[in-house]
């Protein structure tokens, strides 16, 4: 594919935006880049913008606009904006091919929105948007003629090996993960884990949220929702196996017992790189594998006394309709008040569960009722001290 690609990079400062203006970087001839977009701006956007001079920039943030209009590195700029419309106006511009959905938690839902309201192809990091809307979001990615490509790399990985294999013929969809820095942690110790050391991802570097999630395998129970809606397979088809050197990215079994695998060196710039290259394999920033190493490849079930927030991702994908906004919201908020200090490690997964409990689930919720729940319950966890 010869055609220069118009895209979008939203929450471009954080861990995945970065990567996805290496992947650009490494590419110079293949994009254009319309815009840059993120929460609250800084240095880091500016730099940005002065280095890959995009045609619009938008901060959600209003108190961070008028830094940026009067950077001298945002001169060149078309369009500068302040606030999530002019995020949303930015997806639906007409010269936009494709957005890499990156922005953090359930703020990017909005912007998932207009992307496909608008027709594109959404390169999708952000997997809280399918969890607070995904049967509706991808009634309208098919509606509109937009498309989700899915950016998290377990998800990329099986996107990848389902390319040419009937669905109908799938026995089990197999995520994988990484376990994160508990896996062996005795589980004595676990009321005195720290936030420093929840922040240690032994295999991938990440934002905090997503950090703190793999930590209490939360990000493989949002992961395993976001599996239901992106290959619409049952939840039962569905399943969750520990293999700490995140080498193999995830695979699909087949109905014959055949095994297929996507696998390669853990880096977030290969599946960035496919959402924005498919259908076509590039040369990627990332290294290539080492077989003369001595690689031990192993693959165990999860542990759920360990890791109780794994089983709350199959309790919301069974009840199904609002019950996903309460997980994100609840989730959210517990990360927050566990890096606060004002929450033990173990008291996230209890926290959500709680939220979950109290919610009363709200069935096909249209998107005011998704962020009418989003307000409730950080309201009421807010509220609440612990
Ligand atoms: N990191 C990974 O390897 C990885 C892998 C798979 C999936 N994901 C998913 O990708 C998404 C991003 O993760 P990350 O690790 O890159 O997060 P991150 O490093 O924390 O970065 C978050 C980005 O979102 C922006 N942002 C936050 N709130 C916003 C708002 N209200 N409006 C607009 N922008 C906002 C931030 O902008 P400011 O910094 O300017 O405030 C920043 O650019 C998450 O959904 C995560 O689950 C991440």
Redesign the pocket.
């Known amino acids: 594919m010869n055609q220069v690609q118009n895209i979008v990079i939203?929450?471009?400062?954080?861990?995945?935006?970065?990567?996805a203006l290496e992947v650009v970087e490494h590419h110079p001839d293949r994009f254009r880049l319309v815009g840059l977009?993120?929460?609250?701006?800084?240095e880091?956007?500016r730099q940005q913008v002065q280095k890959y001079q995009p045609l619009r920039v938008a901060?959600?943030?209003p108190d961070?606009l008028e830094d940026l209009k009067s950077s001298p590195e945002c001169s060149g700029c078309e369009l500068i904006e302040g606030g999530?419309d002019s995020?949303d106006r930015m997806v639906s511009d007409d010269r936009v091919d494709r957005v890499v959905?990156?922005?953090?938690?359930g703020?990017?839902l909005r912007?998932t929105v207009a992307a496909l309201k608008a027709g594109k192809i959404v390169a999708l990091?952000?997997?809280?948007s399918l969890v607070l809307g995904g049967e509706w979001l991808m009634a309208l990615a098919s509606a509109s003629g937009g498309r989700i490509l899915p950016?998290?790399?377990e998800h990329s990985a099986v996107f990848q090996v389902l390319e040419g294999l009937p669905i109908e013929e799938v026995r089990r969809i197999i995520l994988t993960a990484s376990g994160g820095p508990f896996l062996d942690l005795p589980l004595a110790r676990f009321p005195e884990v720290t936030a420093e050391e929840a922040l240690a991802h032994p295999t991938?570097?990440?934002?905090?949220?997503?950090?703190i999630?793999s930590a209490t395998m939360l990000?493989k129970a949002?992961e395993v929702i976001e599996a239901r809606w992106l290959f619409g397979v049952p939840l039962e088809k569905i399943e969750v196996v520990v293999h700490p050197q995140s080498i193999v990215h995830s695979m699909v079994e087949m109905v014959d017992g055949s095994i297929f695998a996507q696998m390669g060196n853990p880096d977030?710039r290969v599946?960035v790189q496919w959402a924005l290259s498919y259908p076509h394999r590039w040369v990627s920033p990332a290294t290539y594998f080492d077989f003369s190493s001595n690689h031990r490849l192993e693959f165990f079930p999860p542990d759920l006394s360990r890791f109780p927030a794994l089983a709350l991702g199959y309790r919301v994908a069974r009840e199904g309709g609002s019950s996903g906004a309460a997980f994100i919201s609840a989730s959210e908020l517990a990360v927050e008040k566990f890096l606060a200090g004002e929450i033990s490690f173990e008291q996230i997964a209890l926290l959500v569960e709680g939220a979950l409990d109290r919610h009363e689930t709200i069935f096909d919720p249209n998107l005011q009722q998704i962020l009418e729940v989003d307000r409730q319950v950080r309201q009421e966890m807010t509220s609440c001290s612990f």
């Open positions: 939203l929450g471009s400062t954080g861990s995945v935006g970065c990567q977009a993120s929460g609250k701006g800084g880091r956007l901060v959600s943030d961070a999530l995020i959905q990156a922005i953090a938690g703020p990017g912007s990091a952000n997997k809280e950016v998290d790399s991938w570097n990440m934002g905090p949220k997503i950090t999630d990000n949002i977030m599946p």
